[in-house]
């Protein structure tokens, strides 16, 4: 199937039947493919004509009421491209949704419109609203944001995705600022839905600089408004190894260390610690960073813990796939934080190629196969993470390429 070939085709059909209107055309203005862009500007201008011609005979109260034949098949025309355009992109990086409002009208409308001789409106068919300053058309990959004057619709672009959804950055006009959208994949089940909403209900309820900020939940689209950031771990990192100082990378675990902390105090063990769950900002001279990704999140005598037993998170303990996953302790949280602060020294996931003493003996120390001989506290890995650093700074690693 040849998009561009169809788009152009519902064009010419569009101004044939002399449906050209582009005075909706702002509307749609940040959408940026122009033949798609056309099409849904003179299709909103179609609609927006021809709804006000049928609303000359509208409420119709308890009796029925004549539609001329001519407005009727024209409308018939431009319903049927719309449904059929819909089904043609479905799919693509082109796929649309129709408002609300207006998908139920276009049903409606469907029911009683006859091609010849005109047609009967049905009883109880109240005047329509008519979209003269919000779009009838959205983009799947396209969020609709409001104040209470106006709404715009803002292009996303796909930063990243994982096994449960798929992450945007877009950019809210009205604050002049970019966000980033997290939208549940659409193969979901019920039970991974569940814990897409926990994950935002746990995020919003969390308060603290070293945490990304959640701010709204769209139940009907299941997808979350959140804070935009850089980079992370993982990425940043991979980017800025070969020159990251011992104090760059301290900067960096000192402030997981108070994320953590903060999330313990709330009895809440995180179970999905992994590099990219970790995620930065950069400012001119300093890093923020920060905790996301929740939906794993055991907490401490609550219902909301997610019942999944199936053992996830990239650093976690090998050792849950014996115990259990519903079975996860404070000794678990402390492995994975041991590895992550290992490759947050080193820029390495390879273990088994970590060869200074300090480091090792840290990151031995915290992955011990025996529970009782690991760190059994924050505070214990706190100390243990600083001497380590103290050791390498005593012996000159400032910088750690060759650790």
């Keep these: 199937m040849n998009i561009n ?49 049928m609303n000359e005979r509208l409420p119709t109260r308890d009796n029925t009421a004549h539609f001329w034949a001519d407005p009727s098949r024209d409308l018939i025309f ?66 609709i944001i ?79 408004i959140m804070e935009l950031m850089d980079y992370s771990l993982d990425k940043y990192i991979s980017n800025h190894n070969s020159s990251m100082t011992l104090h760059e990378r301290m900067k960096i675990i000192m402030q997981l260390l108070h994320a953590y902390e903060y999330i313990h105090s709330k009895n809440i063990f995180h179970r999905d610690i992994n590099f990219n769950n970790v995620l930065l900002n950069v400012y001119d001279d300093t890093l923020v960073v920060k905790l996301s990704d929740f939906g794993l999140v055991k907490i401490l005598n609550s219902e909301l813990t997610s019942e999944n037993t199936e053992v996830k998170g990239g650093l976690n303990d090998p050792a849950l796939k014996i115990e259990g996953f519903t079975n996860y302790k404070l000794v678990h949280e402390l492995y994975a934080i041991t ?15 970590i060869s200074n003493v300090h480091v090792r003996k840290f990151m031995e120390k915290g992955t011990n196969s025996e529970e009782s001989k690991r760190f059994q506290t924050l505070k214990e890995l706190e100390t243990a993470v600083k001497q380590c650093c103290s050791e390498l700074e005593r012996n000159s690693f400032s910088n750690l390429n060759e650790v």
């Design 146 to 224: 409001s104040d209470s004057s106006q709404t715009v619709v803002a292009n996303l672009h796909p930063i990243g995705e994982g096994s449960y959804a798929k992450v945007f950055r877009f950019t809210d006009t009205f604050y002049n600022k970019n966000f980033a959208l997290k939208r549940a994949r659409n193969d979901l089940d019920e039970k991974e839905l569940q814990r897409f909403k926990r994950e935002f209900d746990v995020m919003k309820s969390l308060h603290s600089p070293y945490i990304v900020e959640v701010y709204s939940y769209n139940e009907e689209k299941k997808e979350y």
């Design 78 to 143: 431009i319903i049927e491209m719309t449904i059929s355009l819909q089904g043609y992109l479905k799919g693509t990086e082109w796929a649309f949704s129709i408002d609300d409002y207006y998908d139920d009208l276009l049903k409606k409308c469907r029911d009683f419109l006859s091609k010849s001789g005109g047609s009967v409106i049905p009883p109880y068919m109240e005047k329509i609203i008519l979209y003269y300053a919000e779009p009838i058309f959205h983009l799947s990959k396209s969020i």
């Design 339 to 353: 590895l992550l602060f290992t490759y947050i020294l080193t820029g390495k996931s390879n273990w088994a190629k």
């Design 5 to 53: 070939n169809i788009l152009e085709g519902n064009i010419r059909d569009l101004s044939a039947q002399g449906i050209t209107s582009v005075e909706y055309e702002s509307l749609y203005k940040d959408i940026n493919n122009e033949r798609i862009k056309t099409i849904f500007t003179w299709l909103h201008g179609g609609f927006i004509n021809l709804f006000r011609t």
